[in-house]
Nanobody
Framework: QVQLVESGGGSVEAGGSLRLSCEVSGDISRLYCMGWFRQAPGLERESVAEILLPDGNSHYADSVKGRFTVSQDKDKNTLYLDMNSLKPEDSAIYYC??????????????????????RGQGTQVTVSS
């Protein structure tokens, strides 16, 4: 079981920046990916950034590409999300998440589905115009 605790949310004006942190503890040996998803009122969950643990590759939602950066400090067991050029539409509760990966039938590959894995309690990000 993995435990995740987020911090760093808050309120910022459009164009500003925030850094979210996530302390990860527990058995991470079986994890395939870690990252962040968000949920705004009335909208579906959106996976915004993920890191694939086997190779360190990261992927981003089109809505945040070029503005958000996900990274990890393995020594501190901490995951980060650096958010720049924030927009009002980025306002949401942000969740740190980890997933063991879902096998693709007939292949050795897996896909990451953060919204179905373990997650933290969430941290609110509010961007004002």
């Amino acid at each position: 079981q993995v435990q995740l605790v987020e911090s760093g949310g808050g309120s910022v004006e459009a164009g500003g920046s925030l850094r979210l942190s996530c302390e990860v503890s527990g058995d991470i040996s079986r994890l395939y990916c870690m990252g962040w998803f968000r949920q705004a009122p009335g909208l579906e969950r959106e996976s915004v950034a993920e890191i694939l643990l086997p190779d360190g590759n990261s992927h981003y939602a089109d809505s945040v590409k070029g503005r958000f950066t996900v990274s990890q400090d393995k020594d501190k067991n901490t995951l980060y999300l650096d958010m720049n050029s924030l927009k009002p539409e980025d306002s949401a509760i942000y969740y740190c998440a980890a997933d063991r990966g879902w096998e693709i039938a007939g292949t050795p590959r897996k896909i990451c589905k953060l919204e179905y894995g373990s997650r933290g309690q969430g941290t609110q990000v509010t961007v004002s115009s």
